[in-house]
T-cell receptor, first 113, second 116 residues
Framework: AQSVTQLGSHVSVSEGALVLLRCNYSSSVPPYLFWYVQYPNQGLQLLLK??????LVKGINGFEAEFKKSETSFHLTKPSAHMSDAAEYFCAVSTGGGNKLTFGTGTQLKVEL | DTAVSQTPKYLVTQMGNDKSIKCEQNLGHDTMYWYKQDSKKFLKIMFS???????INETVPNRFSPKSPDKAHLNLHINSLELGDSAVYFC???????????????FGPGTRLTVT
């Protein structure tokens, strides 16, 4: 069985500050890990993915995430937050050929001036 | 060029009615999915089809019946709608053939279903 835990349902940062969204996973086999972003009233957009290549993964919009097997974590970071980053962020895990994505409960990011 | 499209975007209906949501993808993918996002924004997979064959069916009531006429389409029919069916339904697609960009799922814009 696979699962994802996202710590913090709401995160608030100041514009220009570091963004850190936490994700821990549980999987009995090597996982594929994803971060998706959902803007209000829109679908999900893939930010980045880990598929057993480099452990530091760079994505779109300046986001990156590091896969740490020893900590079973895949935290999402961005050095400097922008107002346009305000959205809901979902971490997801997939195993067994990638046919089933299991999502975390989401973290709503608020960016303040 | 919309990669994954859904119709309708909004659907308001009364309890007991039957409704359908359509999904089409033009990415050439071989696998399609339906997800349900509840009012707390929790996303859960409902169904997955690979080459028109059902491969995932997650404890969804029998009132929900997916249909895949071809690889590019996956429709969702819901019978006897209930208040609890109110949610946003997302269609997604992926290429599960082990190619470079496999396992990424591309999502449609969602269909907001409101049952009154």
């Amino acid at each position: 069985a696979q699962s994802v835990t996202q710590l913090g349902s709401h995160v608030s940062v100041s514009e220009g500050a570091l963004v850190l969204l936490r994700c821990n996973y549980s999987s009995s086999v090597p996982p594929y890990l994803f971060w998706y972003v959902q803007y209000p009233n829109q679908g999900l957009q893939l930010l980045l993915k880990y598929t057993s290549a480099a452990t530091l993964v760079k994505g779109i919009n300046g986001f990156e995430a590091e896969f740490k097997k020893s900590e079973t974590s895949f935290h999402l970071t961005k050095p400097s937050a922008h107002m346009s980053d305000a959205a809901e962020y979902f971490c997801a895990v997939s195993t067994g050929g990638g046919n089933k994505l299991t999502f975390g409960t989401g973290t709503q990011l608020k960016v303040e001036l | 060029d919309t990669a994954v499209s859904q119709t309708p975007k909004y659907l308001v209906t009364q309890m007991g009615n039957d409704k359908s949501i359509k999904c089409e993808q033009n990415l050439g993918h071989d696998t399609m999915y339906w997800y349900k996002q509840d009012s707390k924004k929790f996303l859960k997979i409902m169904f997955s089809y690979n080459n028109k064959e059902l491969i995932i069916n997650e404890t969804v009531p029998n009132r929900f019946s997916p249909k895949s006429p071809d690889k590019a389409h996956l429709n969702l029919h819901i019978n006897s709608l209930e208040l609890g069916d109110s949610a946003v339904y997302f269609c997604a697609s992926s290429d599960a053939r082990g190619l470079a960009n496999s396992y990424e799922q591309y999502f449609g814009p969602g269909t907001r279903l409101t049952v009154t």
